[in-house]
């Protein structure tokens, strides 16, 4: 890998040369941590950065192969999280107020799994509050920028983590995704991006939005490094209930599948009015990728399509407005001062810890639970849900995969959508069905706009059949050779 | 006009599990403020519920116990309150669909036997506790003690079958005795184990409607419930007789004052946005499980209270007494078996030392040991109860007590002969007097025997003994 900087490597070929003593981890992480501080103040992906605890972490993986033995895939490959995993002793905020300085006395299972795979945490990935809004501009800690247009949003809410991984400021992270926070801001960053089915990755300790909807997953610059890391992350967890005990495939060996015979549905519904012409071209591209190595194009509809994301801003704010209750001042986090009473502290402390889009969607799901409302409401949201879940049924009965656009746009400007909830919210649209029935997804890149964004292809597949996405996205990958770096001036 | 009440109650029972219902923290009193916490049952960030098998394995048992119809699918819900003693800022609890339905218990009050049915069994977590400034040295503020979060709940819903007081408590004191039965619950209401809430209301005697119902809390004794039950029949019947209409609300009982008191309006009622906890899945219990547990349910109060008044004769109201406890039933069935002893006698020394025997404090041998005593006339009536209490006291088998002390009496007439012939040669005037007819002097002569044989003579045999010799 020689003229390559070490940044531009794989996770994969990071992980080898550690293996392999071309590099130490120190080494490693000292360009890393470098490569933030030049970088990161333009991007702003990062939220915590772990300067010490890194290069200690990585001195004892160095120590450790020195000895002989290593912890895991990702043996001294420094990586980060988004700042909603629970890291114990190192702050978690969900970019919110209301977390200030928040130092968690645990650590997730995702971060714990991370680190028994030997991996370097080098910091906490910036996003939007509690994971909620598409554009990582409802931080409270101010917006990430796109690596690619630094005008631009990254696409949210796992922003942080997708501008890091395509700014080179780590190798891969560790995003979450309710309605299109993971696969949404990895196309827009031009990264790749996989939210597994709902039960395979333990959401014990990654703070909670919409518990019916929240799953952890990858994001790493090609579909077999995302292939590693879900592998580290997955797996059933005795803390989380909703996990699932079923064992965890060889995602890696996924990725060199052939996708020869590979059914290929396109729901007539995503490829509807809306949607950025260089979007569908880009889209298009991808099924061709697919179908030059021997796949088939299945025409399918999902047609409760159109009521997903009124059934999701409905489901996510009633969850949402139910986890959040818990931050009123009394026992972590920031507390307003100067009230007089409990009423009055716990008033102030959620007027001011929260931000606006967070209050805004309380107040929704507040409303929907309430008596009177619950049945038109939350009631009638679920057994939409069941039958958006169904739709996939039957779709998968005929198809393998499903591949869409991911984001009907590639990224839009700072500040041309935070004052319009609505259209902010559309862009999700492709992405939040996928949660509503639980299913996995991935993005990968397909294409690039006439301004140089990035642009992403989603595919979605059965409960558990993560390796048919990570064999068909690899297919896409290798025809179509995309820069998974932003040229950014260090 | 006459009045008739009907009376419903929902029992909050503690479960006697070594953990909580959530978290593996131990669900026992009396630790350190906030020693027995977690993240999960502090309310962290991130954090999620896991149910705890025995946790439902002791409401499966219960309702069986109570003749219920165990639910195979049943949903934990959030309730949502905001208040510093609940860290979650919800309650998880079974709301539409709990675990059990349609049961009942059999009740007697006031001399006939009731059917009183039971609406549902759910379970649900209890909160923390909250200590306020000045409730000790150095408490300047309101404190949270969260060592009762999550700590489990099962919560009885009673149909409105009740119509007295008396019913209300011999349905509560049969409740009790029951979980303390199967082992699920210590069964202590003054510590707040067994809480219970009442819904009351009343109806002219023969109207089918309910009348308009209070919700009382705060009562903390079975004496306190009664009499709770009673003041506010008493109250509302009041309130129609002078015209007026009960209105719904919650009262609280004020036990010094002896009257309930509005706490809160129907208007005033929360909203507790009840919804499917999504971090739980819904319970499913299997046939197979709920067959397997029913092995498991022993004898019950009920069952065992007709079961010891046929079986060993004994009046219903000793077996009500020895049924209370498990333990105590058992010790009196074992002592009747040890020797064939009186069973009525043993009853009674069962019932007279029910509290040392209950706590663990008395040897379980001694009471087979004393009534066989007396039987045999070892012992007298008052060494009995001397060596019992020196058995509560030291733990020592109580015949090590009876020969160390000497607490044994003589009754051997042949050995009692001797001290007689000595007596009546040493008191020849009282002989004299006592064959003219004096027959009031055989009393003399057991107390000189008595006194001769410092007090371990059977007075019993002494009589015997004294009358052949001066007849």
């Known amino acids: 890998m020689a003229g390559i900087p070490v940044h531009a490597w794989t996770l994969i070929e990071a992980a080898r040369a550690i293996r392999d003593k071309e590099i130490s981890s120190r080494e490693l992480t000292r360009a890393l941590l470098s490569r933030i501080e030049r970088i990161d103040p333009k991007i702003h992906g990062y939220i915590t950065v772990l300067p010490e605890t890194a290069m200690r972490e990585a001195a004892v993986c160095d120590e450790e192969l020195a000895g002989g033995h290593t912890r895991g895939p990702l043996h001294g490959v420094p990586v980060a999280l988004k700042d909603i995993f629970c890291t114990k002793g190192v702050r978690t905020t969900c970019a919110s107020r209301i977390l200030d300085n928040f130092d968690p006395p645990y650590d997730a299972t995702v971060t714990k799994k991370i680190r028994e795979a030997g991996a370097v945490l080098l910091g906490k990935h910036n996003m939007d509050e509690f994971a909620m809004g598409s554009s990582t501009e409802t931080s409270r800690l101010g917006p990430t920028r796109n690596p690619w247009a630094t005008d631009r949003i990254p696409g949210g809410s796992s922003g942080g983590t997708a501008a890091a991984v395509a700014a080179g400021t780590c190798f891969a992270g560790v995003g979450t995704d309710t309605g299109g926070s993971i696969r949404q801001p990895a196309s827009l960053c031009g990264v790749v991006g996989m939210k597994p089915t709902y039960g395979r990755v333990s959401r014990y300790g990654m703070i909670a939005f919409a518990s019916s909807l929240d799953q952890g997953g990858p994001i790493a610059r090609s579909v077999p490094d995302a292939a590693v890391v879900l592998a580290v992350i997955a797996g059933h967890d005795r803390r989380d209930s909703t996990s699932v005990d079923i064992p965890v495939p060889d995602f890696l060996a996924a990725t060199e599948r052939d996708v020869k015979g590979m059914r290929v549905g396109l729901p007539r519904e995503y490829f509807a009015g809306g949607l950025d012409a260089s979007v569908r071209e880009s889209v298009e591209r991808a099924l061709k990728a697919l179908l030059s190595r021997g796949a088939q194009a299945v025409e399918i509809s999902l047609p409760h399509t159109e009521f997903a994301l009124s059934t999701y801003y409905i489901i996510a704010p009633a969850e949402a407005s139910s986890n959040l209750a818990r931050y009123d001042g009394v026992r972590y986090g920031f507390r307003a001062d100067g009230g007089t009473g409990l009423i009055e502290m716990m008033s102030r402390t959620r007027g001011e810890g929260f931000g606006a889009e967070v209050k805004r969607r309380i107040m929704i799901g507040t409303y929907v639970l309430s008596a009177g409302y619950y049945e038109a409401y939350y009631g009638k949201a679920q057994k939409v849900r069941t039958l958006l879940r169904r739709d996939f049924t039957e779709a998968f009965s005929g198809v393998d995969v499903i591949l869409t656009p991911t984001a009907p746009t590639p990224a839009f400007r700072i500040g041309e959508k935070v004052d319009d909830p609505l259209t902010m919210y559309l862009s999700d649209i492709y992405t939040i069905p996928c949660n509503l029935a639980g299913i996995p997804g991935i993005s990968v890149p397909c294409g690039m706009s006439p301004d140089g964004l990035p642009i992403g292809a989603q595919l979605l597949g059965k409960h558990f059949d993560e390796e048919a996405l990570f064999a068909a996205a690899a297919a896409i990958e290798r025809e179509i050779p995309l820069p998974r770096l932003a040229p950014l001036e260090e | ?471």
């Open chain 2, 1 to 471: 006009m006459a009045f008739e009440a009907v009376i419903g109650l929902e029992v909050h029972a503690q479960l006697a599990t070594g953990s909580k219902i959530f978290c593996p923290c131990p669900a026992k009193f009396g630790a350190a403020p906030n020693e027995n916490t977690c993240p999960v049952c502090t309310g962290m960030p991130g954090v999620l519920p896991v149910l705890n098998r025995r946790v439902v394995e002791f409401a499966i048992r219960t309702a069986l116990a109570t003749s219920c119809k165990v639910q195979e699918r049943s949903v934990f819900a959030r309730k949502n309150y905001f208040y510093p003693d609940l860290p979650k800022a919800y309650q998880i609890s079974q709301y539409e669909l709990p675990l059990a339905v349609c049961g009942h218990i059999d009740i007697e009050a006031n001399g006939t036997s009731r059917r009183i049915g039971i609406t549902r069994i759910h379970l649900e977590e209890d909160a923390g506790k909250l200590v306020h400034a000045g409730a000790f040295a150095g408490a300047q503020t309101s404190l949270a003690d969260l060592n009762r979060c999550s700590v489990p709940l099962m919560e009885i819903v009673s149909e409105p079958d009740l119509r007295t007081p008396e019913e209300g408590g011999a349905y509560l004191r049969r409740l009790r005795d029951i979980l303390v039965y199967l082992e699920v619950c210590d069964g202590n209401m003054e510590e707040g184990s067994f809480r219970c809430d009442a819904n009351v209301s009343v109806r002219p005697k023969g109207r089918k409607e309910f009348g308009t119902r209070a919700e009382l809390k705060n009562m903390n004794s079975f004496r306190n419930v009664e009499k709770a039950l009673e003041h506010e029949i008493r109250r509302q019947i009041g309130v129609i007789e002078d015209g007026g209409a009960v209105v719904q609300e919650t009262r609280l009982w004020d036990a010094d004052a002896g009257v309930t008191v509005s706490m809160r309006g129907k208007e005033e009622a929360h909203d507790y946005r009840y919804f499917p906890d999504p971090d739980l899945l819904p319970l499913h219990v299997d046939a197979a499980w709920v067959e397997e547990l029913g092995k498991t349910i022993p004898e019950l109060p009920g069952e065992k209270v007709a079961r010891l008044s046929s079986r060993y004769g004994i009046p219903r109201y000793d077996a009500e007494l020895l049924s209370s406890s498990r333990m105590l039933a058992d010790i009196f069935e074992a002592s009747v078996a040890a020797f064939g002893g009186n069973p009525k006698v043993t009853a009674n020394e069962c019932i007279q030392w029910k509290e040392a025997i209950v706590t663990g404090r008395l040897p379980p041998e001694t009471i087979a040991h004393v009534v066989e005593d007396r039987e045999t006339g070892t012992i007298s009536a008052t060494a009995s109860k001397t060596l019992v209490e020196m058995a509560i006291e030291t733990g020592k088998p109580v015949r090590q007590i009876r020969d160390e002390k000497g607490l044994t009496q003589v009754s051997d007439a042949g050995a009692l002969e001797a001290i007689v012939t000595k007596i009546i040669a040493g008191n020849p005037k009282e002989v004299e007097s006592y064959r003219a007819g004096k027959a009031g002097l055989l009393s003399f002569f057991v107390g000189q025997v008595m006194k001769e044989t410092r007090g371990k003579a059977n007075p019993r045999v002494v009589q015997e003994v004294l009358k052949a010799k001066l007849e």
